[in-house]
């Protein structure tokens, strides 16, 4: 197991603090960002319609999740415990253990 610097701990906390400003998708080492309020397909559709991507893009669902204020990838699951712990104001409540764009925006 690797130990934690103190530097490393601080970052993880400066980390909590961020708010979640944007949808994302991978595709292998390719990470596709849309600010909000722009849904999850809306980067699918960009990742075809401009980029000439082929699908799938966004699977598996770990794939599909969030970018943070310094642009830091979070999938659906890491994304609904950012909010959950940075207070981050929610349209809708978030049921389960997965964020959607539609808690948010």
């Known amino acids: 197991m690797t130990e ?6 601080k970052t993880i906390r400066e980390r909590r603090k961020l708010q979640i400003i944007g949808v994302a998708v991978r595709q ?8 909000k309020p ?4 809306d980067c699918i559709h960009y ?17 599909q ?3 943070l204020e310094d642009g830091t990838y979070l999938n659906r699951k890491q994304a609904a415990a950012q909010v959950l712990s940075n207070g981050q104001e929610l349209r809708e409540k978030v049921g389960g253990r997965v964020l959607f764009s539609e808690n948010l925006w």
């Open 4 to 9: 934690l610097s103190g530097s490393d701990v």
């Open 28 to 35: 292998g080492s390719i990470t596709i960002c849309l600010p």
């Open 38 to 41: 722009n849904r999850h397909h």
């Open 47 to 63: 990742a075809v319609d401009t980029l000439g991507l082929k699908g799938p893009i966004g699977a598996p669902a770990d794939d």
């Open 65 to 67: 999740g969030f970018y």
